[in-house]
């Protein structure tokens, strides 16, 4: 019987979410007509998930971002460094944003940082919007 209730239940809360779920999936081609009417030109921001780095007695956390402006490629990164190691040395990232990251790097701009502090992480470092389709990021000690 209650294997039944727990059916039920997980059933109601499907449909729930689901009902739920359906003004918003109906306002969305509003929301993307009004946009039209507006003759907006830059396209929603697309990110990555949050991904890690990890390399002995250093880690980064970042997410990258692209998106179209007039039809021109940007891309952004974000990111968090930690120096895990007391060794007297720091944790440094090189930041870019490329072309063709694949096929041979064409690169727009790029960046180092460093954070030496081992007792918690460097605040979030945001690059800005540069020229390119990718955001690389690299780490190491120094």
């Not at 830059?42 to 990110?47: P, Q, T, V």
Request: proline share 2%; hydrophobic share 40%.
């Amino acid at each position: 019987m209650s294997r039944k209730r727990i059916a039920l239940a997980a059933a109601g809360l499907a449909l729930a979410g689901g009902l739920a779920a359906t003004p918003a999936a109906t306002a969305a081609p509003s929301a993307r007509s009004a946009q039209s009417a507006g003759n907006v030109a830059a396209a929603a921001n697309r990110c990555s998930g949050w991904k890690e780095i990890h390399i002995t007695g250093g880690a980064a956390k970042y997410m990258e971002c692209t998106k179209k402006v007039n039809g021109k490629s940007y891309a952004s990164g974000a990111f968090y460094l930690w120096d895990t190691k007391r060794d007297g040395k720091a944790v440094q990232a090189y930041a870019e944003t490329d072309y063709n990251h694949w096929y041979g790097d064409d690169v727009t701009w790029s960046h180092f940082y460093g954070w030496a502090d081992d007792t918690h992480h460097s605040p979030k470092i945001s690059t800005g919007w540069h020229r390119g389709n990718d955001f690389g990021l690299v780490i190491e000690l120094k």
